[in-house]
């Protein structure tokens, strides 16, 4: 989890310590990188770059001792770095640690339309891992899930990180919106996540709807739906007959339009691999 202003980002460790719920060997790494120049080692003197470093180390300490109860603390590992490119560190870091997913908070570019340009995009575009941005829209409660839903890997990860949440959240419910457009007429579940909806218990999937709905604008739909939601998780898809440029398009205006907080999902890998089993099995 890469944050680069830590009091500003209590919500986005929140939302990932629910994600992780209370699985034994679960971790979350809090990464905040100091971005520096090239030749900042020519500007800084070693003793100015160590006060940075340990000045953000206290940060993320204090974050998570006054935003975490005591038993959560351990399973939070802060990591600060210098860099000069905190995408591709971000990256580098993820691959070393062998990351499963990368939850990121969005911050809108300056002098830049595109609201998922920047630093941001360019996680989406090329990180070697799954990746999920985080658009707060003050999340407090997290009892109303919306996913919009049409087959591919990148809704099939939303469903998955909203499969967590409700299987953490008692209270939790979820709705799979399943959209039928005259361009995309496919509104069935992959296989993998309709074979694990079978093996949920009762008491859960009584909490689980996933009706179809018949629209010419899917945003538009998504929109709506999202009012009675308190998080809207949808995949970074072009499955709508839209322009190649959706996937930017899509998840500009969802997060410019979204009546709730927002997570966006993009799937590294075009393989759906079975994740929530060992979940569903505990």
Known sequence: MPVANPHSQEGLLKLAVKIVGQQPLAQVNLLNLVEMQEDYAFS?????????LNERQRSLNQLIQTAMPAEIE?????IVRVTNDVARETSAIAQLEGIDLILMGWHRPVFDQNRLGGR???MLGSAPKDVAVF????????????VPYVASVHNDLAV????????????????????VTEAYSDSEL??????????????IGNRIETPIITTSDPIAAVVEASRSADLTIAGASREWGLERQTLGRYADALANQCHSSL????????????????????
């Not at 351990?74 to 802060?78: D, G």
């Not at 658009?135 to 899930?145: E, R």
């Not at 998955?160 to 959209?179: F, Q, S």
């Not at 999902?265 to 979940?279: E, I």
């Open 120 to 122: 941001v995009g360019k």
């Open 44 to 52: 800084t003197t070693p003793g100015e770059v160590d006060r940075i």
């Open 160 to 179: 998955e990180i909203a499969l967590r949440l409700m299987l953490n959240l008692p209270d939790c419910h979820l709705k799979v919106l399943r959209l």
């Open 263 to 282: 997570l966006i999902t993009r799937k590294y890998s075009q393989v759906t691999t079975p994740h929530l089993v060992s979940l569903l099995r505990g």
């Open 135 to 146: 658009v707060d829209q003050n999340l407090t409660a997290l009892n109303q899930i919306v």
């Open 74 to 78: 351990a399973r939070i590992r802060p």
């Open 190 to 203: 992959s296989r993998e996540f309709s074979v694990l909806l079978e093996q949920l218990d009762p008491a």
